[in-house]
């Protein structure tokens, strides 16, 4: 597909960045910015990208999305050479039987491996195969004992497990396949924004941040609210969409219907002036978004909304189908409405007063 977004997309969703381990999906940020921004990394590796407005006295916008996908980590190894595992992130572990994985040894070589399972020809007859928990999935590396994962493979406890999926583009709709669309969608539309307004005067200062560890509990958010200064915060998500099958009757988050913005989740309740300013924009602008009330679900906004006196912020996003799993869809037309969206506010939000009001 002749697309612009294409490369960078796969770029992102193909590297291993798992939390706490992000410095490769970083160290892609910032090439992409360094020259066009004043790029910077805090200590716990948060990549911040800085766009001074025209006005040293505009609104200061801050945009993020996480780096961080999921994946596991290897708690023990088996005397039979299987890896026992404890995830990183929360998996669904129907989804993960026999789905392929690369396990990062101590040379930093990628191992090709395999979620196990016991298969159902060794069940006792007459039994129901049981939905797997966590704790009883392996990995099968090919190994024949313990000693030959840790002196042949160099396979250790701590060993880091990442999710292996093809990148896919649907050339009949403009749909992309891939794992860990939540969140490298979304740092790639902070890249995607960033080339565009450095490009374009904006009254607004503007700072990009590509936040660590969400994954396992927001904590480079919390680090980062420690230190903005930010009038308004918009979180970019890869939002789990609700349209396939088995999903509610009038699904909310739609593959191909346009950017979600989200009203209420039960760790953040939309910044109402805000929601209504990024409607206006959205209107004025022809750029389709779908509004969402989400049961479950939590973001980096629980800590930036809450930083200093407290920060408008409202959490925005591409929707993704089958999030927090191997392989997940997403629309590119979705895509370009977000970026559309995250352009017009940086570039057209010049007075706090309405927000506030």
């Given at each position: 597909?002749?697309?612009?977004?294409?490369?960078?997309?796969?770029?992102?969703?193909?590297?291993?960045?798992?939390?706490?381990?992000?410095?490769?999906?970083?160290?892609?940020?910032?090439?992409?910015?360094?020259?066009?921004?004043?790029?910077?990394?805090?200590?716990?590796?948060?990549?911040?990208?800085?766009?001074?407005?025209?006005?040293?006295?505009?609104?200061?916008?801050?945009?993020?999305?996480?780096?961080?996908?999921?994946?596991?980590?290897?708690?023990?190894?088996?005397?039979?050479?299987?890896?026992?595992?404890?995830?990183?992130?929360?998996?669904?572990?129907?989804?993960?039987?026999?789905?392929?994985?690369?396990?990062?040894?101590s040379q930093g070589a990628l191992i090709p491996g395999i979620i196990g399972q016991l298969s159902p020809h060794f069940l006792k007859k007459g039994s129901v195969p049981q939905v797997p928990e966590l704790e009883d999935l392996f990995i099968d590396i090919g190994a024949g004992s313990a000693q030959e994962a840790r002196e042949v493979f160099k396979v250790e406890p701590g060993s880091l497990v990442v999710p292996v999926a093809p990148f896919q583009v649907v050339e009949q709709t403009g749909c992309v396949m891939s794992k860990a669309f939540d969140d490298r969608i979304g740092v790639a539309a902070l890249v995607e924004v960033g080339k565009r307004i450095a490009a374009n005067h904006h009254r607004a200062s503007v700072t990009l941040a590509a936040t660590v560890q969400e994954e396992v509990g927001t904590r480079g958010a919390r680090v980062l609210a420690n230190y903005t200064d930010a009038d308004l915060v918009l979180v970019v998500e890869g939002a789990p969409a609700d349209d396939m099958p088995g999903g509610p009757a009038q699904p909310q988050t739609s593959v191909g219907k346009g950017a979600h913005v989200r009203i209420f989740d039960p760790t953040h309740i939309g910044h109402r002036g805000l929601l209504n300013h990024i409607r206006g924009l959205a209107r004025r602008n022809s750029i389709k978004i779908q509004e969402a009330v989400r049961k479950g679900g939590g973001t980096d906004a629980v800590m930036l909304a809450l930083a200093d006196r407290g920060i408008p912020c409202v959490v925005t996003g591409v929707p993704v189908r089958y999030a927090h799993s191997h392989n997940c869809l997403i629309s590119l037309h979705d895509y370009e409405n977000l970026i559309d969206l995250l352009v017009s506010v940086c570039m057209e939000t010049t007075d706090l007063g309405p927000i506030l009001a």
């Open positions: 597909m002749n697309n612009p977004h294409v490369d960078l997309i796969k770029r992102l969703t193909q590297a291993v960045g798992l939390s706490g381990y992000e410095k490769d999906i970083g160290d892609i940020v910032a090439d992409e910015l360094n020259g066009i921004a004043a790029v910077s990394r805090d200590r716990v590796g948060n990549v911040l990208a800085q766009f001074p407005g025209t006005d040293t006295q505009g609104p200061k916008i801050l945009l993020t999305a996480h780096q961080d996908e999921i994946g596991f980590i290897v708690s023990d190894i088996l005397p039979s050479g299987f890896l026992r595992i404890f995830n990183i992130g929360g998996w669904n572990a129907v989804t993960l039987p026999s789905s392929p994985v690369s396990v990062l040894n």
